[in-house]
C-alpha cells in the first residue's frame, strides 16, 4: 500500500520539487521478497525502479503463484528482463549477500524491522502512514 498509494504522492509533493532526498533501501522479510530485490538490483541503475515498481504493482499475483519467482519472471518480460537474466541473476550470491548485510546493518543499527520504515531527519517513521502524517512531519523540517 505504500509504495503504490503513498511513495508516489510523496515523490510528487517533496521529491520531484527537489524539498527532500528520497533513498531507497531494500528490506526484504522471506526468500521471495530476496529474489525479487536481487533482480531488481541485477536490473541495473536505470531499469531499478521501474523493476521495482512492476514488483509492487504485480505482488498480489506474483507471491500467490504455486512458483512465485517463475510468476514475477513473466512480469518481468515487460521490463525487458528475460528468464535466463534472472537465472543468472538469482545465482549470483555476491547481490543476495550485499542485501542480506544491508539488511542486517538496518536491523542491528538503525532498529528496522518492518516495511516500510522511513527515516526523516533521524527519526523513524514506521508502517504506511497517511500523506498528512508525512506533511506534518516534513513540513515542521521545511520551514
Known sequence: ?????TLPELKKKYVDTGKVRFVYRDFP???FALQAAQ???CAGNDRYFGVVDLVFQTQ???TAGKDPIAE?????????????EVKA?????KVADA???EQTTASQKLGVSSTPTLFINGERFTGNRTIEAFDEALGKLLK
Not at 500500500?1 to 498509494?5: E, V
Not at 514475477?72 to 535466463?84: F, M
Not at 541473476?89 to 550470491?93: K, M, P, V
Open 89 to 93: 541473476c538469482l545465482a549470483n550470491e
Open 1 to 5: 500500500a505504500f509504495h503504490m498509494l
Open 60 to 62: 498480489a499475483q506474483w
Open 99 to 101: 542485501i542480506v548485510a
Open 29 to 31: 522479510l522471506d526468500k
Open 39 to 41: 533482480i531488481a538490483e
Open 72 to 84: 514475477l519472471t513473466k512480469s518481468l518480460r515487460i521490463a525487458g528482463i528475460t528468464e535466463a
